[in-house]
């Protein structure tokens, strides 16, 4: 457990360290109701949307490849859509896929984005399941 906490310190510190915003979502997420939420620049127009959560006894990580992410009318509201893998390292251990669709906007007077998002997930490790909640709400600090 101790090796674990600190490859994921290490990885946290490092993720930190190159994300162009960082912040929390809150909502139901892997492994708990709060998470560490940051996003990577890919492109224009495409992020990675990865969240690190602990709770409930284990650890929650979601890595999110949103492949649309494009300006809404103006350049403050955005709309995204995305895939990834998710884990949550628990006991049980869960492993799946989830999507991601949302809205958000940025803040012209100020480095904050504020979104809402809906994550849909499939378990396909531990058990097969279909889990359709996973709405939650995003705040970060633009860099």
Same mark, same amino acid.
């Given at each position: 457990?101790?090796?674990?906490?600190?490859?994921?310190?290490?990885?946290?510190? %490092?993720?930190?360290?190159?994300?162009?915003?960082?912040?929390?979502?809150?909502?139901?997420?892997?492994?708990?109701?709060?998470?560490?939420?940051?996003?990577?620049?890919?492109?224009? %127009?495409?992020?990675?949307?990865?969240? *690190?959560?602990?709770?409930?006894?284990?650890?929650?990580?979601?890595?999110?490849?949103?492949?649309?992410?494009?300006?809404?009318?103006?350049?403050?509201?955005?709309?995204?859509?995305? *895939?990834?893998? %998710?884990?949550?390292?628990?006991?049980?251990?869960?492993?799946?896929?989830?999507?991601?669709?949302?809205?958000? %906007?940025?803040?012209?007077?100020?480095? *904050?984005?504020?979104?809402?998002?809906?994550?849909?997930?499939?378990?396909?490790?531990?058990?097969?399941?279909?889990?359709?909640?996973?709405?939650?709400?995003? *705040?970060?600090?633009?860099?």
């Amino acid at each position: 457990m101790k090796k674990l906490f600190l490859i994921t310190v290490i990885s946290l510190t %490092y993720a930190i360290s190159n994300a162009q915003e960082i912040g929390l979502r809150f909502g139901d997420v892997s492994g708990g109701q709060v998470a560490i939420d940051g996003v990577f620049e890919t492109s224009r %127009y495409s992020r990675v949307h990865a969240d *690190v959560s602990f709770g409930n006894g284990g650890v929650g990580v979601d890595v999110l490849w949103d492949f649309l992410y494009r300006p809404l009318g103006d350049e403050a509201v955005y709309w995204y859509m995305g *895939v990834g893998p %998710y884990a949550q390292i628990n006991d049980p251990f869960w492993l799946g896929v989830a999507g991601e669709i949302g809205l958000e %906007y940025h803040f012209k007077d100020a480095p *904050v984005a504020i979104g809402l998002d809906w994550r849909p997930a499939v378990s396909v490790v531990q058990e097969t399941a279909v889990h359709a909640g996973g709405f939650g709400l995003n *705040v970060r600090y633009v860099f």
